[in-house]
């Protein structure tokens, strides 16, 4: 009798269920925690997808739009214009007027100052078409343009000959950001700019940027178009 329970037991416990034995068993449905923020990988794809498609909603299309705006704003306002009203219009540089697209994914999306100041060097950043199109317009009917950028003052020589290169020709003015407190905000920056443009008498009716730091503050343009930019933020 001793054999036959004991011959017993070697069945029970051979062919039971592993839970019986204090083993883990596996789900038959797993429930896996969701990822608390949007995933990077994720992210860089649907921007790659965003800059590269041709829907309305996409990239370069949004950017035509912006222009053709911007564009029926200014052709309005220099109708509008007094005799001897001096108007301007402000343009952003980096996103705005020229495209850093190349550097931007060799870099995937990171930024790498090192990296950067030879991109700029090179000159070869290319015009954004639809901003492009804007200066000629501006300049067709006399608008003076300034370039305000955070560009340091050290590629002043290199971001001229690239906007050059890019056809933007015969601007008014060209800003960049020299030795400034840590603490000062771009938009103080840029907005400081605008005030000297302001006190050289020109009205600014048209600012156009890529980052709402290059529109905020005051003087503010009498219109102000922002150009999408999903890819970085300059706060």
Request: hydrophobic share 35%.
């Amino acid at each position: 009798m001793r054999e036959v329970r004991t011959i017993a037991a070697f069945c029970l416990l051979s062919f039971a269920p592993l839970c019986c034995l204090g083993q883990p068993v596996p789900p038959t449905h797993l429930s896996l925690p969701q990822e608390p923020t949007p995933n990077l990988g994720k992210l860089k794809t649907k921007l790659l997808a965003y800059h590269d498609c041709t829907a309305p909603t996409c990239y370069a299309p949004s950017l035509n739009h912006q222009a053709d705006l911007a564009i029926a704003w200014l052709r309005h306002r220099v109708a509008q214009a007094k005799p001897g009203e001096k108007l301007a219009l402000v343009l952003d540089i980096d996103e705005t007027s020229l495209s850093n697209w190349d550097q931007e994914k060799a870099d995937d999306f990171g930024y790498i100052g090192s990296d950067w100041d030879a991109w700029e060097a090179k000159k070869q950043a290319p015009a954004i078409g639809g901003t492009l199109r804007v200066f000629n317009e501006a300049r067709s009917h006399g608008v003076a343009v300034f370039f305000i950028t955070g560009r340091g003052e050290a590629q002043r020589t290199a971001t001229a000959d690239n906007l050059k290169a890019a056809g933007y020709k015969d601007w008014a003015g060209l800003a960049l950001r020299g030795p400034h407190p840590k603490d000062e905000s771009t938009t103080t920056y840029k907005s400081g700019e605008r005030r000297k443009i302001v006190d050289a008498g020109y009205t600014i009716i048209l600012n156009i940027g890529d980052q709402l730091s290059d529109l905020n503050g005051r003087p503010q343009a009498e219109y102000s178009v922002k150009l999408p930019n999903p890819f970085y933020l300059i706060p």
